[in-house]
């Protein structure tokens, strides 16, 4: 799936999707989407099967399922908390699959990193078009 821009002079690091209902819904959205897109460097060529029609082959029993509620460093309200742990148990139980702990860490150079690799969008350069009404920096 592309990452060209959702939001024009945005850093590059848009995310694009739709919410989906079932794993074979975001299979079918994939298959959609899926291949290379000139607009963005980054895209991959198409797998050579349908990811929808890859499901028949998985079987998600055994699964590790690690639910987390603040990445390990962000704060979560009790009540998010306790609808991921809702969500996680059920998940869980639904595909004969496994909680195990995560424990998350974020490197101290990702910050650096990202504005690095974003210089040229937050400079004004994406590479890609933007619309007639675009306001932004240029």
């Known amino acids: ?14 995310h694009h999707g739709v919410l989906t209902r079932t794993v074979r819904g975001t299979a079918r959205f994939l ?16 797998p050579a099967r349908p990811f929808e029609e890859q499901l028949a082959t ?8 690690a639910p987390s509620t603040g990445l390990g460093f962000v704060p979560c309200e009790p009540r998010v908390a ?8 059920a998940l869980t139980g639904a595909i004969g699959g496994r909680e195990v702990p995560a424990e998350v860490t974020v490197d101290g150079r990702c910050g650096a990193a990202f ?21 932004g920096r240029t």
């Open 82 to 89: 306790a609808v991921v742990r809702g969500a996680a148990e």
């Open 31 to 46: 298959d959609v989407v899926r291949g290379t897109d000139e607009t963005d460097p980054a895209s991959l060529p198409a």
């Open 115 to 135: 504005r690095t690799l974003s210089a040229p969008r937050y400079a004004g350069w994406s590479g890609t078009p933007r619309p007639r009404n675009w306001r």
């Open 1 to 14: 799936m592309t990452r060209g821009p959702a939001f024009p002079g945005s850093a590059g690091n848009d």
């Open 58 to 65: 998985v079987d998600p029993g055994g699964l590790r399922i």
